[in-house]
Each structure stands twice: as C-alpha cells, then as structure tokens.
C-alpha cells in the first residue's frame, strides 16, 4: 500500500461543514459570521506520550481527545482537524483500528477531518484541532476581544474548580511500569481514563461566559493551575483535603487503601498529568451559574479554593494548616 492509498483508504471522508477537505493542496474552512476560529495543535510520540504497543485503537482516540481537550478549556466548539503521522511501516493491522478510534470520537463531536502529511518514520502523531468561538468584547480592558476562555483572566477573590476525577490515568501509567501493584479490576478501570479520556468539550461550551479563566489538565492540576495563576498575575490558596476526599475517583480511594501511601494519593491528584479535567476560576457570585454549566453538560464540578492577590500556590489542609509543596509538574525539558 502506496501512501496515497493509505490516505485514501483510512483517512479520507466526503467533507461535510469544510468548503475543501482532504485531496487538495488546502483545506479551506468558512468562518460563521461574528465567529472566531480558535486552533490548537498537540504531538503525540511513541515511547515519550504513550507506550509502543498501545492498542492503536485507544491511540486514535487519544490522539483526537487531548486536541478536543485544548479546545474545551477555551470553551471553543470543534469544527475540523488536520492528521500528521509518521509511521514506520503502512500496517493495516494498526491503521484499520487506529483510524476507528479516531474517526469514532471525531463523529462524537461532529469534527471533520481535513487534511494532513503522511510520512515513513517513527510513529508520531501530530494533530491540529479548529474550533470556533463567538467575537468579544473583551472581558476586561487590556484582555483580547474574544468569547474564548483565556488563562490570564482569573481575578482575585475567584472560586477555583476541577471537573471529574484526578488521578487515575497516573496510577494506570505507574501500574504499567510495574512500579505499583494494581488488581485486574482496578487496571481496567484506570487504563480507561489513560487511554481513552473524555474531553470536556461540553462543560467548556457551558462555562463560556461563566468562567473568568481555565485550562485543560494534561501536565497535573498544579502544574496547569500555575499556568492561569501566572497568566492572570494572581496567586491561588487550595485545600488538599478536598482534592484527595472529592477528587479522588473511586477507583483511585480503594487502590489508596492498599497500595498506595497518602503522600503518593495527593500526589497523584495534584501532579498526576494525563487527567484532561478542566480547572477554572469563577466569580463567587456565579455558583450556581457554574453548577448549571456542570448539570446542562453531565459533568461533576468541585470547588477546590480560592484565587488570592498575593502571587504563588498555597496549599492548606482542613483546618487551613499549610501543606509543603513538593509536587513537580511534567515538564519535557526539566533537568
Ligand atoms: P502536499 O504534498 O501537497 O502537502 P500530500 O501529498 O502530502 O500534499 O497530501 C495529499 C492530500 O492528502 C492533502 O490534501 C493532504 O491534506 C491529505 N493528507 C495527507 N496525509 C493525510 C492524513 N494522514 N490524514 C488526512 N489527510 C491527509
Ligand atoms: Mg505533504
């Protein structure tokens, strides 16, 4: 099977919503009038993001789900996206499944595919999701004039809230290391949301408006926090109490019973990385607007702490006592 073949046979659909689709030397997309296109493009590379052998199918869907995720935190909803792939040989064993996963999640969330590059080469999986946003105003002086969820525009005095469960696609990866023992069930369970994440395009779509800034949680809640506190100029206080008691999955509180030590629990919910939760800020007096946004969308939304003036994290227990800090975020190129 030739390159153009592979195309061809796995990767190519009539066009639905784009005015050109695969086949062209561009794809061309039309804008709604008073929309604006909101792009974002993640890599995915084998033995760095996912293991070698990871079931291709899963790998189609996550490939499409942490793109989708990036769109979610900026409340953006999906239109299209383009495929980079490198792989080392053209297998359909691997592409046939590969392709439903994507395809599969892609229809979900009525994303079209429009284009792409194939190549020989280590397996990389590059894609770049376009997604569309209504145009500002802006919501403060100085902010860009969009509807888009900005990291840099969490004020102090904001509530701080996670969506879903964290915590669990880390102690999938640490059981898969062999570095943690995990019973059968509980691997199954957790594998799920390593693999296969749900991104939450929906409670994004809801949040716009509602939330004054958010992010997605590839890299761990802290991690990805820090980001809007630094992109906002703000500092945040949060309680690490509620994130292990209500952030927790099930799953995650009954491995904690048996093999995993309360240090490794908290660390797992705050700099697990991998998670595809939204952490968002919001105005005090838009609770019960953002627990419509987690109703409308079916998504469990929990209040972890507050936005603060004063630069930097501070972590606190249940009775506000602080808890040290020792929890690094990923980051590919730290030392
Ligand atoms: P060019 O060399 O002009 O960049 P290519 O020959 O690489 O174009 O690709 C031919 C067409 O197939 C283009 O429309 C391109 O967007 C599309 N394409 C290539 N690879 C993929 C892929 N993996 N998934 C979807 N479309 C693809
Ligand atoms: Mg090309």
């Not at 709604?32 to 084998?46: H, K, N, Y």
């Not at 996670?162 to 898969?176: H, I, K, Q």
């Not at 606190?316 to 980051?331: C, E, H, L, M, Y």
Request: net charge negative; glycine share 10%; charged share 15%.
């Amino acid at each position: 099977m030739g390159e153009f073949e592979l195309i061809q046979r796995y990767f190519t659909r009539p066009t639905r919503h784009a005015v050109l689709g695969v086949g062209d030397d561009c794809a061309v997309l039309q804008c709604a009038p008073g929309m604006q296109m909101a792009i974002s493009c993640d890599m995915l590379v084998s033995g760095r993001h996912f293991f070698a052998d990871t079931d291709p199918h899963c790998l189609g869907h996550k490939a499409l789900a942490v793109n989708l995720s990036d769109l979610a935190a900026c409340g953006a909803r999906p239109l299209a996206f383009t495929l980079a792939l490198a792989l080392p040989d053209a297998n359909p064993a691997w592409l046939a499944p590969f392709a439903d996963g994507l395809w599969a999640l892609a229809d979900a969330h009525g994303c079209e595919l429009i284009g792409g590059d194939t190549t020989q080469g280590p397996l990389n999986i590059c894609i770049t999701v376009f997604g569309e946003v209504p145009v500002g105003p802006a919501q403060r002086p100085g902010l860009a004039a969009t509807r888009a969820i900005l990291r840099s525009a969490a004020q102090s005095g904001d509530d701080i809230y996670v969506s879903g469960t964290l915590g669990d696609a880390r102690l999938a990866l640490e059981a898969l290391r062999g570095r943690v023992p995990c019973d059968d069930a509980t691997l199954v369970s957790v594998r799920q949301r390593l693999e296969q994440p749900t991104p939450r395009v929906a409670l994004g779509l809801a949040l716009r408006g509602v939330a004054s800034a958010c992010a997605d949680i590839s890299d761990g809640l802290l991690g990805d926090l820090g980001h809007i506190l630094e992109r906002s100029n703000v500092g945040a206080r949060l309680d690490t109490s509620i994130a292990t008691e209500k952030l927790a999955s099930a799953t995650l509180s009954a491995a904690a019973q048996t093999v995993l030590t309360p240090q490794q629990l908290l660390a797992y919910v705050l700099a697990g990385g991998d998670d595809y939760e939204l952490v968002f800020t919001a105005a005090p007096a838009l609770r019960s607007a953002v627990a419509q946004a987690g109703s409308l969308s079916g998504t469990p939304v929990t209040r972890i702490g507050q936005i603060e003036q004063a630069p930097g994290l501070r972590l606190v227990d249940a009775t506000g006592k602080p808890v040290a800090n020792r929890f690094a975020s990923f980051d590919h190129f730290a030392a």
